[in-house]
T-cell receptor
Framework: AQSVAQPEDQVNVAEGNPLTVKCTYSVSGNPYLFWYVQYPNRGLQFLLKYITGDNLVKGSYGFEAEFNKSQTSFHLKKPSALVSDSALYFCAVRDFTGNQFYFGTGTSLTVIP | GAGVSQSPRYKVAKRGQDVALRCDPISGHVSLFWYQQALGQGPEFLTYFQNEAQLDKSGLPSDRFFAERPEGSVSTLKIQRTQQEDSAVYLC?????????????FGSGTRLTVV
């Protein structure tokens, strides 16, 4: 069975500070992990993915994520938060066929000016 | 078009009414997916098409839900005899190829409210 957990419903961070949005996963087999962002009334936008290779993955808009196999985590990070980063963030794991994503419940990020 | 287009953006249905939600994928995209996103939840897989073939419908919650893609392009998700628990945002996504290496592109969704 594949699943991800996002332990925080809400994260608040001051503009310019580093941000972290947490995700842990549970998969059978190799994990294919993704981060998506959702702005109000918009579809999900792809940020980054981990399939294999380097544990530190760099993505869009300055975001990065670190794959940690021992802790089964895939936390999303950004060194300096922008107000425009305020949105809903979803971690997801893809099944082995590549045809189905299992999403977490989402974390609402608010960057305070 | 440039992106995945869904219509209508908003739909209010009375309980028991039938609804049809439309998805126009990116032109030429082979694979098409439907997801249901309930309020405060992450999206949940409903069904998957490769061209006109519905290869996976394991996520459809009941036999009231039906999806089709007869010509391998536009897809329609139909919900019969809507119930309040069907209220959600319905997301469509498409992918250029059969292979999972290609990324999904999601549409903005249709927000269905059943009253």
């Amino acid at each position: 069975a594949q699943s991800v957990a996002q332990p925080e419903d809400q994260v608040n961070v001051a503009e310019g500070n580093p941000l972290t949005v947490k995700c842990t996963y549970s998969v059978s087999g190799n994990p294919y992990l993704f981060w998506y962002v959702q702005y109000p009334n918009r579809g999900l936008q792809f940020l980054l993915k981990y399939i294999t290779g380097d544990n530190l993955v760099k993505g869009s808009y300055g975001f990065e994520a670190e794959f940690n196999k021992s802790q089964t985590s895939f936390h999303l990070k950004k060194p300096s938060a922008l107000v425009s980063d305020s949105a809903l963030y979803f971690c997801a794991v893809r099944d082995f066929t590549g045809n189905q994503f299992y999403f977490g419940t989402g974390t609402s990020l608010t960057v305070i000016p | 078009g440039a992106g995945v287009s869904q219509s209508p953006r908003y739909k209010v249905a009375k309980r028991g009414q039938d609804v049809a939600l439309r998805c126009d994928p990116i032109s030429g995209h082979v694979s098409l997916f439907w997801y249901q996103q309930a309020l405060g939840q992450g999206p949940e897989f409903l069904t998957y098409f490769q061209n006109e073939a519905q290869l996976d419908k394991s996520g459809l919650p009941s036999d009231r839900f039906f999806a089709e893609r007869p010509e391998g392009s536009v897809s329609t998700l139909k919900i019969q005899r809507t119930q309040q628990e069907d209220s959600a945002v319905y997301l469509c996504a498409s992918r250029p190829g059969r292979l999972a290496n290609y990324g999904y592109t999601f549409g903005s969704g249709t927000r269905l409210t059943v009253v």
